[in-house]
């Protein structure tokens, strides 16, 4: 082996150490550009790259052409007759100038050439593995003539050691975009070997699992399911996968913290050269609030056909309610101008006039304290008042009713019980008034009990108990809800709107309160309310037991009116 082949053989090891140790681009083309122009020392050596998508030069390394020449490469680009380089570009095949004054193909850089005293060219085609074309090498010398043999091969074996230097570069740049892209992707991606067993995971894999990197690699993926997914989607899935097919679909998952979160997962077999899985990758992301709006957006829909029925229900009922005392009034109206008539039919049916007409007006009322409420333009009015007394007069008003149909009402308060409170006497009295009313309403046989106490997070709080028909425990989701009643049989049987609770509901909130009912068929209801007591109750005064009798002695309330204390049973 010659020296010069020896010299060769050397410079190209040099640069594929320069290559594994890292170095850049730039420093190990510049080796090679130094090994060519060391075998030819009236010579300048040039690399050309390409870019990625082959349509211009992306890099010239060339540290002795002067910066004329390099910057006129740089402009002419890979036209056709831009440079012998270019031409190499376009034929793929060697381009050897031996006369850059006479070969036409030198023409468009002949003068920057013969002025830097070149006056031959060869270039050298570089390409990768799988032949794609990714630059020149060159060498400019100060004579003219064509390369030897040893030449040729020389810069065929420069022209192979860049494109490995090249494809090795493309292909560090491309992993380190995918690293990145992975890196920054806001998806779950997920890496395992042919057995399953995680190999690496993404940032986005810790924050939407929780599960550090270090708690994921070298386990399967079993540690995210959920109890809540079908073992049977699994099944299927590696099923689908281990035969050589891709999978997607959705997934119920339980992060570190417990939390179960859904997402849409694709998964797909990874293989080698060979066509053997080598392990899989998934890439998922976390679709639970897409999940929650599908949700919300079904409950939505539902709701909005039950309102649509609710109130078709309700303009049917409406029209009973209304059309039948109305017809009644008229009916009656319309007898009393029999001049025959006797006093004492006389004023049986004007007391049915007057009866239905007050029913009308309760009817219109509710409709119109419904639209306030759901409008926000009911108007509270906070004075201070007795709830004691309030909850006793409305007893008192609805006793009579009681007793007609048979049944006890009964108030129980609990001592110690404010004597005085900040909210609306109006509104509290028509609160207690809907509740009782429909506790008798539905109640045939027993009693119904209203019982009143203060609680310890500085409230009052009543409760309306019946034993009547009760209510169905699906039914009761839907009690609060404008023109429902339990069932649309309640309705035919025992009449009403089924505006009384939602009108209570929102009175129960505009004076700071909640409402609830616990209910059992055939066993009765227990509707509980509270209501805020106002700003000032530190100072307030407290009633105990023989307060509260004295009270209600005074205002003649003590018929069906129980005082107790807060630790005693409730009869």
């Known amino acids: 082996m010659d020296d010069s082949l020896e010299q060769i053989l050397v410079g190209q090891s040099r640069a594929l150490e320069l290559l594994a140790q890292g170095h850049d681009l730039e420093s190990v083309l510049a080796s090679l550009v130094e090994t060519a122009e060391a075998n030819r020392p009236d010579s300048q050596a040039s690399v050309l790259g390409l870019d990625r998508a082959r349509k211009q030069i992306a890099r010239i390394v060339a540290p002795h052409l002067p910066d004329p020449m390099v910057q006129f490469l740089l402009e002419a680009g890979i036209a056709l007759s831009a440079s012998p380089c270019a031409a190499a570009l376009h034929s793929g095949q060697p ?92 998806e779950a991606m997920i890496m395992t070997d042919h057995l399953g067993q995680i190999t690496s995971v993404n940032p986005a894999f810790t924050r939407i699992t929780g599960f550090d990197e270090d708690e994921a690699i070298g386990r399967t993926t079993d540690f995210l399911h959920s109890e809540k997914q079908d073992k049977v989607v699994y099944r299927k899935m590696w099923s689908q996968v281990n035969s050589g097919e891709a999978w997607s679909g959705r997934l119920i998952q339980t992060r570190r913290d417990g939390r179960d979160i859904h997402v849409a997962l694709t998964i797909a077999p990874v293989r080698d050269v060979n066509g053997e899985t080598t392990g899989f990758v998934g890439i998922e992301h976390d679709i639970t609030d897409d999940i929650r709006r599908e949700e919300s957006l079904r409950e939505a829909v539902r709701l909005a056909e039950d309102a649509t029925r609710t109130k078709t229900s309700f303009l049917a009922n409406m029209s009973h309610e209304i059309r039948t005392p109305m017809a009644a009034i008229l009916g009656f109206a319309e007898l009393l101008l029999d001049p025959g008539m006797d006093r004492e039919e006389q004023e049986e049916m004007i007391h049915s006039i007057r009866r239905n007409g007050q029913h009308l007006v309760e ?53 110690p019980f404010p004597e005085t409170i900040e909210t609306d006497p109006t509104r509290f009295r028509q609160i207690l008034i809907n509740l009782l009313g429909n506790a008798i309403k539905f109640t045939s046989v027993g009693a119904i009990e209203a019982q009143a106490r203060w609680t310890e997070c500085g409230k009052i709080e009543v409760a309306v108990i019946d034993s009547g028909i009760g209510i169905a425990e699906e039914n009761i989701p839907t009690l609060f809800r404008p023109f429902t009643q339990a069932e649309a049989s309640t309705t035919r049987v025992f009449g009403g709107t089924g505006l009384g609770l939602t009108i209570s509901r929102g009175l129960v909130e505009g004076l700071g309160g909640t409402i609830s009912v616990e209910s059992e068929v055939g066993q009765g209801s227990t509707f509980t309310f509270t209501i805020d007591p106002g700003p000032n109750m530190a100072d307030a005064t407290f009633l105990d037991e023989s307060s509260l009798t004295q009270l209600a002695s005074q205002r003649q309330l003590l018929g069906g009116l129980t005082i107790t204390t807060r630790n005693s049973k409730a009869s």
Not at 369 to 394: M, R, T, W, Y
Request: with cysteine.
């Open 95 to 186: 381009i050897w100038i031996e006369n850059v004054e006479t070969d036409p193909r030198a023409r468009s850089i002949r003068e920057i050439a013969l002025e830097a005293g070149y006056l031959a060219c060869w270039s050298q085609p570089i390409f990768d593995s799988s032949a794609e074309l990714l630059g020149t090498v060159a060498l400019w010398t100060t004579q003219s003539g064509p390369p030897s043999d040893r030449e040729m091969q020389v810069l065929l074996q420069i022209a192979h050691v860049a494109g490995v230097v090249l494809e090795r570069h493309e292909t560090e740049v491309r992993q380190r975009q995918l690293v990145e892209a992975i890196e920054s992707s806001g």
């Open 363 to 415: 009817i219109l009322n509710s409709i119109l304290d419904l639209s306030k409420i759901e409008a926000g333009g009911i108007v509270i009015e906070k004075v201070l008042c007795s709830p004691a007394l309030l909850i006793a007069e409305a007893a008192s008003m609805l006793r009579g009713r009681a007793r007609e149909q048979g049944i006890e009402l009964e108030v129980r308060i609990y001592a």
